[in-house]
């Protein structure tokens, strides 16, 4: 596609449930990032995915958060046993890898 | 000491002002850098690459000083539109980590009427 899309767009569920986000990066972009950002804040790293290279999990916060990416296309983040503290918007970025990232409109969490 | 340390601001300035914000980082070895734009509630977008000799497009220069290890961005005879957090992007020459791009935390502008 033109841009990065991210789905959904809202979720909001309920402390404990498992949530999966979804990102679609740019064809042909070979790197895909994860961040997260809560209100007010900056962008906290959480994993970039490579090609087909071991993906940098450093940043993932919890065992509770992992991600995929099958290939150059799509990646699933899961947030298995939602807390409050996982409210956050949570977005997705994709380069070809001149290091100018292109992000989605995010996925925007509210845990209750 | 964080890796890239923006003031956070809030920046209120009139129409019309000339703004000015810095970014300094930490990793002397640090290669390329760059300016984001994000407006509330919306995703980051690239504003500008920073070069070594500086870099103008249209109302907005920036530059980096490597003595001092800072870039700057430089708004011009700003405007209502302007109003949005400014993110500087720092990248490493080799981190050793896939994980190369460090954000700052952001500046946050505001340009009243």
């Known amino acids: 596609g033109a841009g990065v899309s991210q789905s959904p767009s809202n979720k909001v569920t309920e402390k404990g449930k498992d949530v999966e986000l979804r990102c679609d990066p740019i064809?042909?972009?070979?790197?895909l990032y994860w961040y997260r950002q809560r209100l007010g804040q900056g962008l906290e790293f959480l994993i970039y995915?490579?090609?087909?290279?071991?993906?940098?999990k450093s940043g993932l916060p919890s065992d509770r958060f992992s991600a995929e990416r099958t290939g150059e296309s799509v990646s699933t983040l899961t947030i298995q046993r939602t807390q409050q503290e996982d409210s956050a918007v949570y977005l997705c970025?994709?380069?070809?890898?001149?290091?100018?990232?292109?992000f989605g409109a995010g996925s925007r969490l509210t845990v209750l | 000491r964080k890796e890239v340390e923006q003031d956070p601001g809030p920046f209120n300035v009139p129409e019309g002002a000339t703004v000015a914000f810095n970014c300094t980082y930490s990793?002397?070895?640090?290669?390329?850098f760059f300016w984001y734009r994000q407006d509330c509630r919306k995703e980051p977008k690239l504003l500008m690459s920073?070069?070594?000799s500086g870099n103008e497009d249209g109302r907005f220069t920036a530059q980096l000083n490597r003595a001092s290890q800072y870039i700057s961005l430089l708004i011009r005879d700003s405007k209502l539109s302007d109003s949005a957090t400014y993110l500087c992007?720092?990248?490493?020459?080799?981190?050793?980590?896939?994980?190369?791009?460090?954000f700052g935390s952001g500046t946050q502008l505001t340009v009243l009427p």
């Open positions: 970025a994709s380069t070809s890898g001149a290091n100018v990232l292109t």
């Open positions: 064809s042909g972009h070979t790197a």
């Open positions: 995915f490579q090609g087909n290279s071991a993906p940098d």
């Open positions: 990793n002397s070895a640090s290669q390329s």
């Open positions: 920073v070069y070594s």
């Open positions: 992007v720092v990248i490493p020459i080799s981190s050793g980590s896939a994980r190369q791009l460090t």
